[in-house]
């Protein structure tokens, strides 16, 4: 069920009633399609995305006091911590869609709390404004996720997604929904500049036409940031699957710090190429090994906990879709204890 009717009327009634939003989001396909839903909705307020970081914690402070809202909505971000809600001052409310949280002074939306559904943060806020079909769709299958609405979707742009797929990973690697999926993935990347400039001008787009077939100079403009980063994304993605490490039903892969991260990217596709092996990616950076782990059939949530036991590092996430992050030190050792996890839980 997720979240009830009664629960999206809320969500909608502060929409309503909010005249200079703030929002805060992930930044991914879903979080940025949260943002964009509920910003044309509204057709006011501000963008943040949070990069990088699990938690909304109080170095974002100073954008509240840089933007004044009068209302903050905090989307398909796991955590928020309790002194950014104290000293936010400001009415908070979270739409989230990752394990349950207990934080107080905050209206809290979360599909997990009706037995485990957790369907993706854009689904529930296509449902709050039942709008811009095309824009959730790229954020809830870039979630991994196929909705009850695709075959509205696909009877309405069948060349964007033919009636046949079935999967979220066919949907994601074998339509041309898929490469506007990659766009609004690739577009999040790089400078912060850049990036506000993208998700401005994402506000103002009204077809997935526009970028796909670049019909209007908007459309363009998001055109060229992805393949700015397009070429370098399958270089990598070349050589991870041309040198990964493959032990029994493990693949992991791992490169040094650049200006821009592609282990989610990697990860997923990698996965859609090898989906009988549990996917490692891991971006060394800072004297840390930040990584994306994906499986399509096997739970990895219980292995990761097990095997960052008494290592330096935290992670979490999704059943099948998790990240973490492990001190360099510790590496060698999480991934032994990642590969006796999956043992005892065969």
Known sequence: MGLSKKQIQELRNELDHSYNPLYFFDDDPDGLCSFLLFYRYVREGHGVVVKARPILDKQFLRKVKEYGPDKIFVLDKPDI??????????????LDHHGLKQRNNVNYFNPMQDEGDNRPTSYWAYKVVEQDLWIAMVGIIGDWFLPDFADEFA??????LPKGIKTPDEALYETRLGELIRIFSFVLKGKTSKVKKCMKVLTRIDSPYEILEQKTAQGKYIYKQFQKLYKPYNKMLNSALKNAKVMDNLFVYTYN?????????LSNEILHKNKDKIIIIGRSKGGEMKCSLR?????IRPILKKALEGIEGYGGGHEFACGCCVKLDDWERFLEQFKNAIKSTN
């Open 81 to 94: 911590s309790q002194e950014f809600i104290d000293k936010a001052k400001t009415k908070i409310v979270w």
């Open 155 to 160: 009877e309405k742009y069948p060349d964007l």
């Open 257 to 265: 710090s650049r200006k821009v991260c592609f282990t989610g990217d």
């Open 295 to 299: 499986s399509a059939t096997k739970k």
